[in-house]
């Protein structure tokens, strides 16, 4: 390398340096006018006024238990000389706990309430989609205690009560970052707009200072250098105020995906729940659809082929007593009619191999490999295959696994225009890993109905997961991935 | 018997073919075969057959489609015979298919077609406004019939003929069935309308009817 160049070099670095500099410079001014930190910013002042609103709860709380301990103080006193207030206060004491009981009952429903008003701003503005908790269990229409029972018992619901209790100091922090960060840095940037037109006073008056507002105090302006000086505090301000912000909406998101969402055991049970209905439908179509194929197949096969012997033999035993034409007439339509029959007949047994094929692969018998191997085998387009698993998954984990590769190989073959197959599976830890990619043209897109839709559904029943990369052009890769032990 | 004009409904063509040349080869004419209930009562419109051979199940729905365009049949067209085949049996077709009246009626499993003569013989007896039930149904309602009591007192014999009374069969179908003449025919009916206690009638298919009645069909 020359010295030359080599002296080049660090100036060449310098302007490098010099426009990272200026990019970084611009991408931290551009943060305060970015869509994000306006949309926080409105979080910010959203959510103030409904914490705000929250605080009304335990005010009015306290507000009728001291109603009804000043009221029964007084009922006491009035007792002591008998007059009509007794009797009027007495009640009146009775409604302000009722009103104050009622209140609790309706604590995890309004919560519930409000987290939804929460979890839809976090959605709108933050982009922070929480999934709603479960709704609370109910027996249909039920007595109004059960009703009662099953609110106070509702978890969700008392959640989301203690959410809105710990936002009350986030809201604070909230309106801090809204109101001085952004509010008044946003006020201090006016201040040498203005600060001329107030101040063209003779040199002998003296005004009081103006004061500006800035998060570390406040500051007394009252010459126009001073103004300036507010200006740029005001810009620091700005610049800062996303970041500000920011932290306190990640905290407050935080909050809100720990304590409104479904919670950790109450979201594995809805998983459960919905995997367990698939694992019933699909179960449920897959018997409707063997009793299809039989009535609509095997079966109608086999009934005419018991119908053209009918014929045929009809044929063979009016033969007695003719004419031998007619006899030979009704030999030669017996034998079309009984020719009919053996080649149906034959139709019924490949299509009863198809369809026991269908429900139970025998290959599968012998192990996924094995099965897979004879799948690769049968397939159109050459399947690179490798199977690497340690022991034996369980069969309903083999069979799922099976009919993933037989539908992706079936897929690639009829859309992709693939040369090659590769088919790979592996066990891993205790998940079986199966790629099946191939060098076609892609754009496969899971669509409702579709094979691969119903491919990730059976999947789901076992808590497993199937994923598709299938960019147009192609390659396409599907990565099912199931436990080992179902 | 011959000459009847046949229409049939069927959506499995091998089927459909099979069943329209087996008809033909007992000397009756096939006027249509069509692959679906809608077809099916345009065919009987067009026609005039003497008696329809229907799949309850056909396309759209593979539901039922064949046993309610034979229940319209039986309001639009009440001459013509409607036998409806069926791969399976439900006492609960029979009975919609029987409501009100066992005039020219048919329910019978696909498998029967294997005998030709005797589904040569039910086509042609519901085409005349007989009834022909499948052995299968009329075993299904004896078995679920709260009138074990009442059949009980039957002999075996007389329960054979009931059964086949249930069916449709003419008192010669069931003597030759059961390889008797028909006079012990009518002697077994008489003692099993005594027993159970039925109105006495001539007419086969109000006979099958009083039976079923009793069955509790």
Redesign the interface.
């Known amino acids: 390398m020359s010295l030359g160049l080599a002296a080049q070099q660090p100036g060449r670095d310098d302007r490098g340096g010099q426009a990272r500099l200026a990019s970084a410079l611009a991408a931290v001014a551009r943060v305060p006018v970015s869509g994000r930190a306006w949309r926080e910013l409105l979080f910010c002042l959203a959510t103030v006024p409904l914490g705000l609103a929250v605080l009304a709860f335990p005010a009015a709380l306290t507000g009728l238990l001291v109603l009804a301990a000043g009221l029964s103080a007084g009922s006491r006193q009035y007792r002591a000389r008998p007059s009509d207030a007794a009797g009027f206060l007495g009640p009146v004491v009775i409604v302000v706990l009722v009103a104050f009981v009622v209140l609790i009952v309706l604590a995890p429903p309004i919560g519930r309430g409000l987290g939804a008003v929460h979890r839809r701003a976090a959605a709108r503005l933050l982009g922070e989609h929480i999934p709603a908790p479960p709704a609370v269990r109910r027996r249909g229409r039920e007595a109004p205690m059960a009703w009662v029972a099953a609110t106070l018992r509702d978890g969700p619901g008392w959640r989301a009560v203690g959410y809105l209790a710990v936002k009350l100091p986030l809201v604070l922090l909230e309106a801090y970052a809204a109101i001085v960060w952004w509010g008044a840095g946003l006020a201090n940037l006016t201040y040498p707009l203005w600060f001329p037109w107030f101040r063209n006073h003779p040199p002998a008056v003296r005004l009081s200072p103006v004061a500006a507002l800035t998060p570390f105090g406040v500051l007394h302006i009252d010459t126009l250098p001073g103004a300036v000086v507010a200006f740029a505090v005001g810009a620091a301000m700005v610049l800062a105020a996303p970041w500000v912000t920011r932290g306190v909406v990640l905290v407050d998101g935080w909050l809100m995906r720990a304590s409104l969402g479904p919670g950790r055991l109450a979201q594995r049970v809805a998983d459960l729940e919905q995997a367990r209905a698939l694992a019933v439908d699909d179960s449920a179509a897959l018997l409707r659809r063997v009793e299809?194929d039989l009535?609509?197949g095997a079966?109608?096969?086999l009934?005419?082929v018991?119908?053209?012997?009918?014929?045929a033999?009809?044929?063979l035993d009016t033969g007695s007593g003719q004419s031998d034409v007619a006899v030979a007439r009704d030999l030669a339509v017996a034998r079309d009619l009984v020719s009919?029959a053996h080649q149906?007949a034959k139709d019924a047994m490949a299509e009863l191999r198809g369809l026991a094929r269908g429900i139970h692969p025998p290959a599968l018998d012998n192990g996924l490999a094995d099965a897979l191997a004879t799948l690769a085998a049968s397939c159109p387009v050459p399947v690179d295959l490798t199977v690497d698993i340690p022991g034996r998954p369980t069969p309903a984990i083999e069979t799922i696994a099976y009919f993933c590769a037989a539908e992706l190989l079936a897929n690639a073959v009829k859309h992709s225009g693939a040369r090659e197959i590769a088919v790979d599976v592996a066990g891993q830890g205790e998940r079986l890993v199966m790629r099946v990619g191939d060098d076609g043209r892609g754009g496969a897109v899971p669509s409702d109905g579709g094979g691969l839709t119903g491919l990730a559904q059976r999947v789901r029943t076992v808590d497993g997961r199937l994923e598709v990369a299938s960019p147009p052009g192609g390659p396409t890769r599907v990565t099912v991935s199931l436990p080992l032990h179902a | 018997m011959a000459g009847l004009t046949v229409v049939i409904a069927e959506d499995a063509a091998l089927f459909r073919e099979g069943l329209a040349r087996l008809i033909e080869s007992r000397g009756h004419r096939v006027a249509a075969a069509v692959p679906d209930g809608d077809s099916l009562l345009d065919a009987v419109d067009e026609h005039h057959p003497d008696v329809v051979v229907a799949d309850i199940r056909m396309p759209p729905t593979h539901t039922d489609e064949g046993l309610r365009a034979a229940i319209d049949l039986r309001a639009r067209h009440p001459g013509t015979g409607v036998l409806v085949l069926s791969q399976y049996v439900e006492t609960r077709y029979a009975a919609r298919l029987l409501e009100g009246s066992a005039i020219g009626i048919g329910y019978l499993l696909k498998d029967r077609v294997a005998d030709v003569a005797d589904f040569a013989d039910a086509l042609e007896r519901v085409a005349v406004g007989g009834t022909a039930l499948d052995p299968e149904v009329v075993s299904q309602l004896v078995r679920a019939s709260g009138r074990a009591d009442g059949l009980a007192t039957l002999t075996p014999r007389e329960r054979e003929v009931l059964a086949l009374m249930a069916e449709g069969k003419s008192n010669a179908g069931i003597g030759a069935a059961l390889v008797i003449t028909e006079s012990v025919v009518e002697k077994h009916v008489a003692s099993i309308f005594g027993k159970l206690r039925l109105p006495p009638s001539e007419a086969d298919n109000r006979r099958v009817l009083a039976v079923l009645r009793y069955l509790g069909a």
């Open positions: 299809r009535h609509d079966q109608i096969r009934a005419t018991a119908m053209n012997l009918g014929m033999l009809d044929k009919n149906g």
